[in-house]
């Protein structure tokens, strides 16, 4: 059969669906990422128009969610950006000290994410969304946890080290951090008595360079550190419910109404007026000249099709 982008994601689709048979998390080196696959310009640019705003820029810190205003400007500083957007170079200094940034809902508002997502669930008949992480060498991005999806990490960056240990033998089970031992469980599947086992020994344990794709079955518990420069990776979290056609489909809880978009995009407007009728020559410039203010840069030379 044609595919309409996984073989150009995973290289072999066979291989790709052994492994979700095994639920077996596998590394996979396509020749060539997909056209389709965002690039760090793209997102490194989006960041520094200073439009971009919770709920699509998040940041967290020792498993913790980062206040807004702690890479927002500071009311009213000078030159700063309207109240509630993200500042690049506030975001910088958080990465810088060990914090990890999240693009959440990519697929809504990046179009190569939404071209990717909406070419991955037509091959797969699943629903896919995308967000993006980013850390710098040697922190750790969110703790030991699992999620309640298939996921695809691409990653577009510097290198990651991940450790991902097998499905519970009992099967997947809640989204969310692993408990301690000793510690009830996080979800709602019946099992024995007792205290939650640890996750035991990684089922794999490897370091991710940028071109390359990690699949993560559902429920696998992992972790990931990042291993060298600034680590970006591409995430594709692959819903096990089947995608449905036309009008049928669920409406998702977390995407936003009518009235939402618009509200946003009246304060988008605003700031974007109220910034250029501030803006002098030299400001746009400047802009002009590079996507983010001391932007680190990763060591490894990415492959071809990663940009």
């Given at each position: 059969?044609?595919?309409?982008?996984?073989?150009?994601?995973?290289?072999?689709?066979?291989?790709?669906?052994?492994?979700?048979?095994?639920?077996?998390?596998?590394?996979?080196?396509?020749?060539?990422?997909?056209?389709?696959?965002?690039t760090l310009?793209?997102?490194?640019?989006?960041?520094?128009?200073?439009?971009?705003?919770?709920?699509?820029?998040?940041m967290?810190?020792?498993?913790?969610?980062?206040?807004?205003?702690?890479?927002?400007?500071?009311?009213?500083?000078?030159?700063?950006?309207?109240?509630?957007?993200?500042?690049?170079?506030?975001?910088?200094?958080?990465?810088?000290?060990?914090a990890?940034?999240?693009?959440?809902?990519?697929?809504?508002?990046?179009?190569?994410?939404?071209?990717?997502?909406?070419?991955?669930?037509?091959?797969l008949?699943?629903?896919?969304?995308?967000?993006?992480?980013?850390?710098?060498?040697?922190?750790?991005?969110?703790?030991?946890?699992?999620d309640?999806?298939?996921?695809?990490?691409?990653?577009?960056a510097?290198?990651k080290?991940?450790?991902?240990?097998a499905?519970?033998?009992?099967?997947?089970?809640?989204a969310?951090?692993?408990?301690?031992?000793?510690?009830?469980?996080?979800?709602?599947?019946?099992?024995?008595?007792?205290?939650?086992?640890?996750?035991?020994?990684?089922?794999?344990?490897?370091?991710?360079?940028?071109?390359?794709?990690?699949?993560?079955?559902?429920?696998?518990?992992?972790?990931?550190?990042?291993?060298?420069?600034?680590?970006?990776?591409?995430?594709?979290?692959?819903?096990?419910?089947?995608?449905?056609?036309?009008?049928?489909?669920?409406?998702?809880?977390?995407?936003?109404?009518?009235?939402?978009?618009?509200?946003?995009?009246?304060?988008?407007?605003?700031?974007?007026?109220?910034?250029?009728?501030?803006?002098?020559?030299?400001?746009?410039?400047e802009?002009a000249?590079?996507?983010?203010?001391?932007?680190?840069?990763?060591?490894?030379?990415?492959?071809?099709?990663?940009?």
């Open positions: 059969m044609g595919w309409a982008v996984l073989d150009r994601l995973v290289g072999e689709p066979g291989l790709f669906f052994e492994a979700c048979r095994r639920g077996l998390p596998q590394v996979f080196t396509p020749a060539v990422l997909p056209q389709e696959v965002p310009r793209e997102l490194t640019g989006a960041l520094s128009g200073g439009l971009m705003r919770t709920p699509y820029v998040e967290a810190r020792e498993g913790e969610t980062v206040p807004a205003s702690e890479f927002g400007p500071a009311p009213g500083a000078a030159g700063g950006h309207e109240q509630g957007f993200a500042d690049p170079e506030q975001i910088m200094a958080l990465l810088a000290e060990g990890t940034l999240l693009l959440p809902r990519l697929d809504q508002w990046n179009a190569s994410a939404g071209a990717l997502t909406a070419l991955v669930s037509q091959d008949r699943r629903a896919t969304e995308a967000f993006c992480v980013a850390t710098m060498a040697e922190h750790r991005g969110p703790a030991e946890h699992r309640d999806a298939d996921v695809l990490v691409v990653q577009l510097g290198r080290e991940w450790t991902v240990y499905v519970p033998p009992e099967g997947p089970r809640q969310g951090p692993m408990p301690g031992p000793g510690e009830p469980a996080l979800d709602t599947v019946p099992r024995r008595p007792g205290p939650m086992p640890g996750p035991g020994e990684p089922a794999l344990d490897t370091v991710i360079g940028a071109g390359d794709v990690l699949y993560v079955p559902r429920g696998a518990p992992h972790t990931a550190t990042g291993d060298e420069g600034l680590s970006v990776h591409l995430t594709l979290t692959i819903r096990r419910e089947e995608l449905r056609r036309g009008p049928t489909r669920p409406a998702r809880a977390d995407l936003m109404t009518a009235a939402q978009l618009l509200d946003t995009t009246r304060e988008l407007i605003f700031a974007a007026r109220k910034r250029m009728a501030a803006a002098t020559p030299e400001d746009l410039l802009r000249r590079g996507p983010l203010p001391a932007m680190p840069r990763a060591a490894s030379t990415p492959r071809p099709g990663v940009g």
